[in-house]
């Protein structure tokens, strides 16, 4: 395996540019080839068989460049398909959500743990799953909460609007005396400083995104496969490939990453 | 063409049953064969070229039923792709643009009409450009309202929140004095008195699916095709499909029916 040759990256849309963002900061010299789901987006509402058809394509259109590991940086597609792509597929892939239950099992204090999360995420019930077979003893509070991610999209986000349908959803997590709230899609932790004030100095927010970069850095050190070259600029080092509509992520991407974001490719995902 | 069969209809999701739902009221003995693309919604922010490839996908499905017209009851859809399908398909297909412009042309007073609908629509300028041209010296003024149809698909329809996003939302357009607003989404019926009570009583809310179904009807009529048959039960003449997630579908559809749908079939619309 080339060490020189990038990560691959995806997520439904922009979400996964969080985790993008967390790998560029912990690992400044991989170079990142990072494919965002544009056309079939949502995830978080779509079927297990259909995540596990749509991860699989991008996987296939990811080794055209022959990355050298894959990060899932979608919570929907790591709970749903991260298995079997693991199984089906000869590569070293990392999911967001094991990373971030671990260490949600790991540091809760009084073994109350919240997730929040999307639908189809909140349903599979993959993240629940994971923190009791860490730790047993540990409860789990589940609250799906479909409208933070547009209003993310919609860059609403610090903003008072946002603030109510957070008190809304996060209501009844608060009156579980949680220690540790899980931001269980990637959007969610541009939200952080909202759901942060919402549940207080005494709830630890875990963003899986951070874990999942560490993960990623102690895998390629496993495996001999860490990138030693000399860090290049952005437009050497990232690339970024949608299927649908280039120019709404690319003024997202800007807004969240910390450089701006010169090219964006099409491609037909259904071909691969 | 058999007057007995069924029209089509069709939408990326549930917005498309308020089409559907005025059709069954306006013209109770026709048989509707509804298909949702759940797999695929929104269009909203999808580009021109998928909308046409997902529309085109859906026709050849429902020609699988021999239905004998077709109603795009999806706003962003009866935009993109509407001119298209109907050079390239032998039936006659209306969609829901075309009825709510030209009654909001010939009914506003002061010649100033709003419009709300989701990104695609707005930016593809096809209501405006339709306005303009049965009547040049009308104004149109163009807001997107992204977050929608996220608030109605979680049921918030009478909800103080929904009230602030739509009072930010419609504040720039109440300034600009119109006397008309087409509700240029099929979810926004579903908020109708919310968006009533912050326009006021004197703006007049157009309802394409209301005025769609009035044009259907007509086209029928005039080609021979309206049907003579004795009205069954809502499980004989309405079938449902969809192309992902089932169960949500049917909630939110058993929700704004006046019926429960009893069964709704999950088809691979990408092999169409």
Redesign the interface.
Same mark, same amino acid.
């Given at each position: 395996m080339d060490k020189n040759a990038p990560i691959g990256v995806f997520d439904s849309g922009v979400g996964g540019l969080t985790v993008a963002r967390e790998i560029m900061r912990q690992i400044p010299n991989e170079r990142i080839m990072y494919f965002g789901d544009?056309?079939? +987006?949502p995830y978080g509402? /779509?079927?297990k068989d259909?995540i596990i058809k749509y991860s699989r394509q991008i996987i296939r259109f990811l080794q055209t460049e022959n990355v050298k590991a894959i990060v899932v940086a979608c919570n929907t597609a790591s709970a749903l398909a991260l298995d079997e792509m693991q199984q089906e597929f000869d590569l070293p892939i990392i999911g967001v959500v094991k990373p971030g239950a671990k260490v949600a099992a790991e540091t809760t204090k009084n073994k109350r743990i919240g997730l929040i999360g999307t639908?189809s995420n909140i349903r599979s019930g993959v993240y629940t799953k994971y923190i009791k077979s860490l730790r047993p003893d540990v409860c789990v509070f589940e609250k799906a909460c479909? +409208?933070f991610?547009? +209003?993310v !999209?919609?860059g609403w986000l610090h903003d008072?609007?946002t603030e109510?349908?957070a008190q809304?959803y996060l209501s009844e997590l608060k009156e579980k005396q949680i220690d540790t709230l899980i931001m269980g899609c990637t959007h969610y932790p541009l939200i952080r400083s909202t759901l942060g004030k919402i549940m207080g100095d005494n709830v630890n927010l875990v963003n899986p995104a951070y874990e999942t970069a560490i993960e990623l850095k102690s895998l390629l050190n496993r495996d001999n496969l860490a990138n030693r070259c000399v860090i290049d600029s952005p437009s050497s080092m990232y690339r970024f490939y949608v299927s649908?509509?280039e120019e /709404?992520f690319k003024e997202f991407a800007n807004s969240i990453l910390p450089f701006d974001i010169t090219m964006t490719e099409q491609i037909n995902i !259904?071909q691969y």
């Open positions: 544009t056309a079939r +987006l509402s /779509k079927s259909n639908d479909p +409208l991610v547009p +209003l !999209e919609e008072s609007i109510q349908v809304r649908d509509a /709404k !259904e």
